[in-house]
């Protein structure tokens, strides 16, 4: 029986759609927005549809922004000459976050991926190259340490380096404050070979 | 930095807001939106108003709805001198869900809390009286197992035994499935005091 009436249901169905949310945290969060001061409803309800409708790839680095360039490729502060190659805006802004890198980013939108069909004309790499005819000293490339990450890497070191540019692979290793006992075996050889001398 | 733009950061602070959602998983939805296709964010933005806007309290048992009346209140297939009363909207749906019980309900839309400062007259108990000059066979109470609960179940059984009106109160034990080693003491006696005849 349709106990809740044909308005919640929608509102709950549209919800459980989001990645993370389920039948159960729908419901709560739908119970929630009847509640809510109707001004921050429809305040939610147009921050989705402005996100939706302006945001798009930075002509420069192709990070998501609502501006035609986004605001470290505009800024001056930043070094313009080393390019931080990440997978995906919030990589970019877990590195940001860190408050110590003062390059740049080129924000690839995936990584290369046979299986789920994600080659080198899917992701951003093309802007990239594009880039790197320009000033350039060194990229760093930080994608993921997965599978797709490490092909990724493979695939943009043997494309930069007949440019002569330095290419460089973020480190790979044990976690800070990760107890050694709790660490898998791969990560523990990477951290074996990627030793450096004190 | 704002490495995001205001959009962005916009619709993360605002679903940040959200019950249940973190600095985290806020950024993961937003990001999600941005990739939606754009009908789909269109619909979610008016399923959220949609809801707002219509949901109110049925004119009977109070339960959340979008018609004047609620479906349960209006089915004539429903017992209508068995009133089982619950907390919230989401109570009310857990017993829909187990198909079995055919009377109909009354939502109090809260629970007696001297500690928040909600008092008998901020709950639906007004309107549970005045049903109960109808033909009423019997009470079920269904609050919460909680202080607030067990409260507001005494508090509503002094109100309804002076009408003759029989009073029941759900029973109290260990869950089905549920490992007795697991269960705290409390539970465990009063699924001692409750115990039934085989």
Redesign the interface.
Known sequence: ????????N??IE??A?????GQK?A????????H?P?D????????????????HYCKECC?????DV???CR?EARDHRTIMVVE???D??AY?KTGKYNGVYHVLQGAISPILGIGPADIRLKELLTRLQGDVDEVIIATNNSLEGETTAMYISKLVKPTGIKVSRIASGVPVGGDLEYVDEVTLLRALEGRTEL
């Open positions: 029986m349709d106990y809740y009436g044909s308005q919640i929608k509102l549209k919800l759609m989001l990645p993370g949310i945290s419901q709560r969060l739908a119970f929630h927005v009847i809510m109707e921050s409803v429809k305040e939610l309800s147009e921050a989705l549809i402005d996100a939706r409708q302006n945001v990070t998501l922004t609502d501006q986004c605001p470290i800024s995906t805006t919030r970019l802004a940001e």
